[in-house]
T-cell receptor, first 114, second 112 residues
Framework: DTGVSQNPRHKITKRGQNVTFRCDPI?????LYWYRQTLGQGPEFLTY????????KSRLLSDRFSAERPKGSFSTLEIQRTEQGDSAMYLC????????????FGSGTRLTVV | GQQLNQSPQSMFIQEGEDVSMNCTSS?????WLWYKQEPGEGPVLLIA?????ELTSNGRLTAQFGITRKDSFLNISASIPSDVGIYFC????????????FGPGTSLSVIP
């Protein structure tokens, strides 16, 4: 297993367009998290999945954001009608529920909305 | 809500020097974590601390879980150029999904 994989690594889109990011977690990890990170800040929690169930969503996740994890494996994060304020690094992380040693993060998707 | 503060915000040090950075919180955490992030990459876990008072080392890195469970520090000894990056402390709350909350980070620059 090569860790948490995120695609694409970079995305430039025009304001108003929809974008979708993919995250493939470590295979035995049943917990998956999405975070957003803006320049000069630490990552901020967006949402959490245990298997295929989305169990927690932050207030940061507006109605334009939707996340899925249909088979409890990979996850997608979609942003509709992108705004310039959506420009950020979107990080995915995974963990195993039996382990209490934090998360393993992917390399992130850098979104730039122009 | 829960907030973490890190100090200093940034550091510029000479290669070979020791480094110390701190993290404080208004809330109690069950686990303290220290991550390092390099440009264009996701955070990488350096050290995890599980008990108040615990002192843990990982190579040249040493971290401690404060007795009050509201603070932690990270020390780096004999810094080298590859230590450059942003160091984040994070607190983990024991909930149904073990939410991790990050501090704002300490940026470390090492001058050769």
């Amino acid at each position: 297993d090569t860790g948490v994989s995120q695609n694409p690594r970079h995305k430039i889109t025009k304001r108003g367009q929809n974008v979708t990011f993919r995250c493939d977690p470590i295979s035995e990890h049943n917990r998956l998290y999405w975070y957003r990170q803006t320049l000069g800040q630490g990552p901020e929690f967006l949402t959490y999945f245990q298997n295929e169930a989305q169990l927690e969503k932050s207030r940061l996740l507006s109605d334009r954001f939707s996340a899925e994890r249909p088979k409890g494996s990979f996850s997608t994060l979609e942003i509709q009608r992108t705004e310039q304020g959506d420009s950020a690094m979107y990080l995915c992380a995974s963990s195993h529920f039996r382990r209490e040693d934090g998360y393993t993060f992917g390399s992130g998707t850098r979104l730039t909305v122009v | 809500g829960q907030q973490l503060n890190q100090s200093p915000q940034s550091m510029f040090i000479q290669e070979g020097e020791d480094v110390s950075m701190n993290c404080t919180s208004s809330s109690i955490f069950n686990t303290w974590l220290w991550y390092k992030q390099e440009p264009g990459e996701g955070p990488v876990l350096l050290i995890a601390l599980y008990k108040a008072g615990e002192l843990t080392s990982n190579g040249r890195l040493t971290a401690q879980f404060g007795i009050t469970r509201k603070d932690s520090f990270l020390n780096i000894s004999a810094s080298i150029p590859s230590d450059v990056g942003i160091y984040f402390c994070a607190g983990q709350v024991k909930t149904s999904y073990d939410k991790v909350i990050f501090g704002p980070g300490t940026s470390l620059s090492v001058i050769p």
